[in-house]
């Protein structure tokens, strides 16, 4: 599928902007467990998609507690399980029993911000070895992808064990999928993903982009959280940091439209929203995308 050139946007109706549409309404709200996640809770939309982030500090246990109550809520949660927060092949057991006997059948595993393991596991990929020798029931697992690098991994590295763990998913016969880190960078991320798509990377993509959120919030959170290599280009680029700070200048869509003609070509098959619990301002968002004419 050919790009759009620069001057010329796509129309509403056109078959790429209702396939935008289309990842917009099935988008994944991502949720923190801090205090503010009960206000996002409140304003999430009936039946949503919701990814449970991991917290270094208060451990797996409260993954688990926030995925069982978004469950009985009525809301269909994905947790992430951070490898570095694995004690070991015990309590590697006991997560796998955790998804079998409540019927996760879906889960998203990343490396974690940890400073230090808790276990055996520096990395997804090791985890991953171990919790598929156990009767885990999954059907899906996520992992993690880096566009715009990370600040601790070479980016060969980083190319390799994305490599490693497709293998690892396909010979565990488990559906996989990757998402992205949050990046503001349109440019790199299309160039990047034509560089892995070329080199044998298959999984479909959900794209990690920021949701409506404070534009404060979203500088401090995101370092805290440990997305901070991906507000690079930020740094790098005045434009950038100027509208995204200005107020009511900045909607997901400065991400998605650029895009628009590559997102189904490319294999991009859903959304991975940083809401960092601001959910109520990135629904309205979303229904003025879903309802637009």
Known sequence: MALFSKDKKPTIDSPEMAYRRQLVEGMTF????????????????????????????????????????????????????SARLVEGKDHV?????????EGYDTIFVVAGDAEEPAGPYEGAHAFLQDLFETEHGLKKVGITSYPDGHALIPNEVIHEHLHMKQALLAGAGVEGWAST?????????????????????????????????DRTKLMTMGVRLGVGASLRFLKKNRAAVTKLMSPGAYDPDDILEPMVADLE?????????????????????????????
């Open 93 to 101: 057991e006991r997560l796998a029993n955790w998804f079998r006997t």
């Open 181 to 213: 880190q949050m990046c503001f960078d349109t440019d790199l991320i299309m160039s990047w993903l034509r560089e892995e798509r070329a080199a044998g990377f298959t999984l479909p993509v959900q794209l990690g982009i920021p949701g409506v959120v």
């Open 265 to 293: 070509a490319l294999n991009i098959t859903g959304l991975h929203v940083f809401t960092f619990n601001q959910v109520e301002a990135t629904e309205d968002w979303r229904q003025q995308v879903i309802n637009e004419a």
């Open 30 to 81: 991502e949720l923190i467990p801090l205090k503010s996640v009960e206000a996002g809770i409140e304003a999430l939309p009936e039946n949503s998609l919701v990814s449970v982030t991991a917290s270094p500090v208060k451990g797996l246990d409260a993954t688990v507690e926030l995925t069982d109550r978004i469950r009985d809520l009525g809301h269909r949660p994905v947790p992430h399980i």
